[in-house]
């Protein structure tokens, strides 16, 4: 058959897990915890159902879930999203990402995205018979000027993908960024997709941006969250979209085709456990704890850390070890030192090697000393 990816492999995240389970590495590569999420959302799991919620949850999503995800995007941001017309429980962020972006793009629209950029984002567009505009980002801020955003514009720039938290950056947008883009958009019809999936990991006092903090970016954007992230969950693959409601309506007609609906003895338990903001509101202490100490571990080795402002991402710079290219040097830390991470290679289209690995470490603190001891010896 003829491939409608071609030049698109299988995912970094699943090569570098599976490499990282043959050679039996500590693995700081594919970004989920090492430990148990709360048990409490377990109980309230298997009480959902023995309570019965074994069948098909309505197509939008769990009535519950989408009134306590309102109640609690209004209490965080003081910004109303309506749960039965503008809010969407999804298959995780991803399958938010694909569903907003199938509702929007068509045969030659651009897409613009800024790289290093989360790996779905580009084949999804290609897909859907769309191109990617690329704006790369430098190392080691990875901040954005938004005049050069501009020169990407064409008549045919149908939606900007923002990422903030960013992954595998760690990068964070300010309200100077949002104010820019706010301008540099106005009198377009131009969407955003922005993907916070990372939106309570943030660090050092700094404030989220969501775009929805901003009326005319709100009124445009689709909003990607995900309970994986929220609730150490990853393995669930829940997560929901939020839109206006034009363009929420336009994403279920979507979302009911390639997914109807998701768990709904998940969505039960997860409406109740996210009810009482004390079950995910120290989620940002936490990760802010295990990212100085961990940053405070590799302090000793020879590899460069890079800012983290956001996310569970640390990338480093192994430019003072090795001149081989990231992919080679990412192999040799699993089979000679016995740590896994991701070359920040794979988060660009075309191959861009600036000697960066990503650490996620969202990782028991055991583990990380553990995977810090073997890094020193690089
Ligand atoms: N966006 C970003 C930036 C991610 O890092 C991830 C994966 N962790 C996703 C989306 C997908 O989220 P999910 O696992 O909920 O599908
Ligand atoms: N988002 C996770 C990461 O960046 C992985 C998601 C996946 O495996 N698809 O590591």
Redesign the pocket.
């Known amino acids: 058959i003829q491939s409608k990816l071609p030049g698109v492999s299988t995912t970094i995240f699943s090569v570098m897990s599976k490499l990282a389970a043959e050679h039996n590495a500590i693995n700081l590569s594919q ?2 915890p090492d430990y148990p999420c709360d048990p409490m959302l377990i109980d309230l799991v298997n009480k959902a159902m023995k309570d019965g919620f074994n069948q098909y949850a309505p197509m939008p999503g769990s009535p519950l879930l989408t009134r306590n995800i309102a109640e609690k995007v209004e209490n965080l941001y003081k910004v109303k999203y309506n749960p039965d017309t503008e809010i969407t429980v999804t ?7 694909f569903t907003a972006l199938t509702t929007i793009i068509n045969n030659g629209d651009e897409v613009i995205i800024f790289e290093p950029a ?1 790996d ?1 984002y580009a084949p999804t567009i290609k897909l859907l018979g769309g191109l990617v505009k690329t704006y790369e980002l430098a190392p080691p801020n990875y901040e954005i000027d938004w005049d050069m955003v501009k020169k990407l514009f064409t008549a045919k720039t149908r939606m900007i993908i923002l ?1 903030s938290p ?2 595998p950056t760690g990068s964070i947008l300010s309200d100077n960024d949002m104010q820019a883009l706010i301008k540099l958009i106005s009198g377009t019809d131009i969407l955003i997709l922005s ?1 916070e ?2 939106e309570h990991l943030i660090y050092d006092e700094q404030k989220h941006q969501s775009v929805m903090l901003y009326p005319e970016l709100k009124e445009r954007s689709f909003i ?1 969250a ?4 929220l609730l150490h969950a ?1 393995g669930w ?3 929901y979209c939020l839109a206006p409601e034009t363009l929420t309506k336009e994403f279920r007609k979507i979302h009911q085709f390639n997914v109807f609906s998701v768990n709904s003895a998940m969505q039960q338990a997860i409406a109740q456990y996210i009810k009482e903001p004390a079950n995910y509101l120290g989620i940002g202490n936490f990760f802010q704890e295990k990212r100085d100490y961990f940053r405070g571990l590799l302090a000793e080795s020879r590899f460069k850390l890079l800012p983290c402002n956001g ?1 569970y991402f640390q990338c480093a710079s192994y430019s003072d070890i090795s001149e081989e290219k990231d992919t080679d040097f990412s192999i040799r830390l699993i089979k000679e030192f016995g740590v896994a991470t991701i070359p920040v290679s794979a988060f660009y289209q075309k191959a861009t090697d600036h000697k960066i690995i990503r650490f996620c470490f969202a990782k028991e603190n055991s583990t990380l000393a553990l995977a810090a001891e073997k890094l020193k010896n690089v």
């Open positions: 970004g989920f298959a995780g962020g991803t399958q938010a990402i989360y779905s990422n960013q992954n993907d999936v990372y990607v995900s309970f994986g992230k990853t693959k829940l997560g996310s």
